[in-house]
């Protein structure tokens, strides 16, 4: 099976930066697009970013459009998640999770990592 492993979270000042890398070991990762979710206490998970398993196209939910940037590095099984102009409204745990094709179609199965916190203090 796939496993995911986030890192690269933490605390930030408003208006700072943070990238978050998740890591993958198992199956192929090539072959996976990957997305990017969070969830904060008593708020449901929300869709944040995604990438096909070519990194040539990429989806953002409103909220984060202009602020984040998803990428990967197949050669290194690693997707990462660049998050500029963090606001207090990114604070939440960030979960990576992978689709199960090379295009991505948020799918409810694939594979979850355990997340990673970001918290980001006003």
């Known amino acids: 099976q796939v496993q995911l492993v986030e890192s690269g979270g933490g605390l930030v000042q408003t208006g700072g930066s943070l990238n978050l890398s998740c890591a993958a070991s198992g199956r192929s990762f090539e072959y996976y697009a990957m997305g990017w979710s969070r969830q904060s206490p008593g708020k449901e998970r929300e869709f944040v970013a995604a990438i096909n398993w070519m990194g040539s196209r990429t989806y953002y939910a409103d909220s984060v459009k202009g602020r984040f940037t998803v990428s990967r590095d197949n050669d290194k099984n690693t997707v990462y998640l660049q998050m500029n102009s963090l606001k207090p409204e990114d604070t939440a745990v960030y979960y990576c999770?992978?689709?199960?094709?090379?295009?991505?179609?948020?799918?409810?199965?694939?594979?979850w990592g355990q997340g990673t916190q970001v918290t980001v203090s006003s």
């Open positions: 999770k992978s689709d199960l094709g090379p295009d991505y179609t948020g799918t409810s199965g694939g594979f």
